[in-house]
């Protein structure tokens, strides 16, 4: 199972990105897939998720500038962020709870991360 972010890169303050974040392989199922970040220095933390009934979590501190949201075919993620600030720099990694076949278990995986900037 590989999971793969694409969308990073260098941002004005006050602008947008679009994440993307698609897993391939050997996938029976996925149940909740999202992202978190780890700027430099800091613990990794969420940033948002959404399950396969399309129920949301979120970082409180993200304050609504931030959306998360599943493609058609559900092994997609997508985080749109808006109103970035410089604070909002880190890698931002997808995550996805995923079993493999039908009597395995559920088991985390994660992206390789994409760097996000915000800076004028």
């Known amino acids: 199972v590989q999971l793969v972010e694409s969308g990073g890169g260098l941002v004005q303050p006050g602008g947008s990105l679009r994440l993307s974040c698609v897993a391939s392989?050997?996938?029976?199922?996925?149940?909740?897939m999202g992202w978190y970040r780890q700027a430099p220095g800091k613990q990794r933390e969420l940033v948002a998720t959404?399950?396969?009934?399309?129920?949301?979590n979120s970082a409180d501190s993200l304050e609504g500038r931030f959306t998360v949201s599943r493609g058609s075919t559900k092994n997609t993620v997508y985080l749109q962020m808006n109103a970035l600030r410089p604070e909002d720099t880190a890698v931002y990694y997808c995550?996805?709870?995923?079993?493999?076949?039908?009597?395995?278990?559920?088991?985390?995986?994660w992206g390789q991360g994409t760097l996000v900037t915000v800076s004028s």
């Open positions: 995550h996805a709870r995923i079993q493999r076949y039908l009597d395995d278990g559920w088991f985390n995986y």
């Open positions: 392989g050997r996938i029976f199922g996925i149940d909740t």
């Open positions: 959404i399950d396969d009934r399309g129920r949301l």
